[in-house]
T-cell receptor
């Protein structure tokens, strides 16, 4: 069962633009929502994470927005750069359930 | 560099064979996680070990098994390999048993012919 739905599957954004990736979850026991960035040939790397007690978290050009009532969260990349071109995965995990459940990934391409 | 190491980087084998993938966690991390990444299934959690003991199990086939040794390195054994087992296999580690912050290794690319 797909417990974390991610969209879009692929995204092309112009350099300097805003990249937005969305995720929705079903399991209300999830209480930690990380985003991972994966470059070709590399393992996923933790980018930013949020807990449901806050609606937004910002780290540099990366922002997570969280809507607990809608069970949705999204990643915003401001001033997108070619170096941001990668696959992004949202994930979720809940206390007492130690497995990270990943979304299906979004391949982001930033064009000049 | 996450500090998690995996060997080998690439592995090519035939159907029916058995292979062993190795993972060394970051220094000080007690938990090791194994994931399978394929094009059609995304990142799938297989199994977690914490301080030598199995802690959580995901969609791991009966043909697959894993263990964590006293020095905390882990091995994932894949047997009776099928074409569909071709995938990237990642190991991740975390400090404690709760896998909120996991550091991933570079992966092992397995090709079954």
């Amino acid at each position: 069962q797909q417990q974390v739905k991610q969209s879009p599957q692929s995204l092309i954004v112009q350099k300097g633009g805003i990249s937005i990736i969305n995720c929705a979850y079903e399991n209300t026991a999830f209480d930690y929502f990380p985003w991972y960035q994966q470059f070709p040939g590399k393992g996923p790397a933790l980018l930013i994470a949020i807990r449901p007690d806050v609606s937004e978290k910002k780290e540099g050009r990366f922002t997570i927005s969280f809507n607990k009532s809608a069970k949705q969260f999204s990643l915003h990349i401001m001033d997108s750069q070619p170096g941001d071109s990668a696959t992004y995965f949202c994930a979720a995990i809940g206390f007492g359930n130690e497995k990270l459940t990943f979304g299906t990934g979004t391949r982001l391409t930033i064009i000049p | 560099d996450s500090g998690v190491t995996q060997t080998p980087k690439h592995l090519i084998t035939a159907t029916g064979q058995r292979v062993t993938l190795r993972c060394s966690p970051r220094s000080g991390d007690l938990s090791v996680y194994w994931y399978q990444q394929s094009l059609d299934q995304g990142l799938q959690f297989l199994i977690q070990y914490y301080n030598g003991e199995e802690r959580a199990k995901g969609n791991i086939l009966e043909r697959f098994s894993a263990q964590q040794f006293p020095d905390l390195h882990s091995e994932l054994n894949l047997s009776s390999l099928e074409l569909g087992d071709s995938a990237l296999y990642f190991c991740a580690s975390s400090l404690g048993p709760h896998g909120e912050t996991q550091y991933f290794g570079p992966g092992t690319r397995l090709l079954v012919l």
